[in-house]
Each structure stands twice: as C-alpha cells, then as structure tokens.
C-alpha cells in the first residue's frame, strides 16, 4: 500500500511556480521523500529526495513540515515540459525497500 | 544522473511467442534492478526484483515462470516474457539502483510490448 496521499490532478500556469503536495502523515523517522515524475509513455524520472531538511536541485526544491508529515515539491518556473504525473514515495535509504508508486498528481501545465 | 536503457523500446509479436527485453545500467554497475509494467492510465506496478548473481524476487501474483529474469552481470537485466498472450500487452520499464551518498533508481526509457 502507498504511504502517501496526493492531489489527482493540479493545474498550473506556464511560468507560474507549481507547487506539488503530498501527505505522508506514517514515515518513520528513517525515511525520506523521494519525487519522481513520468512523462507520457517514458520512463519515470528521479526528481529529488530529502530526509528533513529542505533540498534544492536543478529540477526543484523540496519543502518537509518540521514534523515531517507532509512535503511540497517546487517546480520554480513551470514550462509545458513539465506536464506528467509526479509520484511522491516515502523509503529507507540505502536498505533494499523497493520503490512502490501510488496514483501521483497528474499536472497539467496551461499555456 | 545515471543513464538506465532498454532494448527493444517497442515489439508486436504473435500470440504465443517469447520476447526478450533488455535492460542496461549504461555508466555505473547495478546490483538491484527491478521490473515494473504500466497498463495504460494506470500506475506501475512492480514485478520483481532482480538481484546480480542470485534468482529473482517475484511480487505476489506474478508468475516467475512466465516472466524469466535474468541479471547476469552488473549492467545487465533481462525480461522474457513467455507464451506471450495479448494480455501480456503491456508497458514493461525496468530501473537500477544506486546506492551510496544518493540512494535512489534510475528508470530506463520503457518497452511497449503489443501482443497479436
């Protein structure tokens, strides 16, 4: 079973920050956020992990509640490109946990 | 990041016939790799997992011996799909792991196997 909960669907404007949150009110203290992406009939996309402290990339930046039960993924400047499903998963890492995805939130970016 | 690829991206083929899918980790050695398949409109759904050396971890319901797995080295994973049906039609994508500073999979680009 997912350990998270998330929006089905988002809309965002082109340009506009998108702002992806995701409920994981069960993690255990040894377990991070990871968020990935899958943009139509490819493979997903490893976006960006973090465990309590907030993470920033080239891609995103990752925002976790100090108690660490939900998070918010930031795409800073929304372009049609980023329109697909983004998967926030909770996991141990470096342990053999296997990635399992949830629904996602399908995002769709408006021109 | 680490480049995971698939071989072939697409294959049609006949009820009944076996098909082979590659999957290779393309510039770091993978001792996990793992199987997914994605009907459409729906979410992945893990298979297996496939362990460098060692036989295949298989989620519940699914059959190991229609869906052989074969990870003989450190880049390489292997799916065969046998006696294919047209319900074995499918979107097959694998993924690699990396372990160390920044634990996490890579996903190769997908298959997209259509039984006749």
């Known amino acids: 079973d997912a350990k998270t909960t998330q929006p089905t669907s988002m809309d965002c404007a082109e340009g506009r920050a998108a702002n992806l949150p995701c409920n994981h009110s069960?993690?255990?203290?040894?377990?991070?956020v990871y968020w990935y992406r899958q943009i139509h009939s490819q493979g997903p996309q490893y976006i960006i992990h973090?465990?309590?402290n907030n993470e920033t990339n080239e891609m995103a930046s990752l925002i976790i509640t100090e108690d660490r039960k939900s998070s918010t993924l930031i795409l800073p400047h929304a372009t049609l490109r980023d329109t697909a499903v983004y998967y926030c998963?909770?996991?141990?890492?470096?342990?053999?946990?296997?990635?399992?995805f949830g629904k996602g939130t399908r995002l769709h970016i408006l021109p | 990041g680490a480049v995971v690829s698939q071989h072939p991206s697409r294959v049609i083929c006949k009820s009944g016939t076996s098909v082979k899918i590659e999957c290779r980790s393309l510039?770091?050695?993978?001792?996990?790799m793992f199987w997914y398949r994605q009907f459409p409109k729906k979410s992945l759904m893990l298979m297996a997992t496939s362990n460098e050396g060692s036989k295949a971890t298989y989620e519940q319901g699914v059959e190991k011996d229609k869906f052989l797995i074969n990870h003989a080295s450190l880049t390489l994973s292997t799916l065969t799909v046998t006696s294919a049906h047209p319900e074995d039609s499918s979107f097959y994508i694998c993924?690699?792991?990396?372990?160390?500073?920044?634990?996490?999979?890579?996903f190769g680009p997908g298959t997209r196997l259509t039984v006749l």
């Open positions: 069960t993690i255990s203290g040894n377990e991070y």
């Open positions: 973090g465990l309590k």
């Open positions: 993924s690699a792991r990396v372990t160390g500073v920044r634990d996490t999979q890579y």
């Open positions: 510039d770091f050695q993978a001792t996990t």
């Open positions: 998963i909770v996991r141990v890492e470096n342990r053999d946990d296997k990635i399992i």
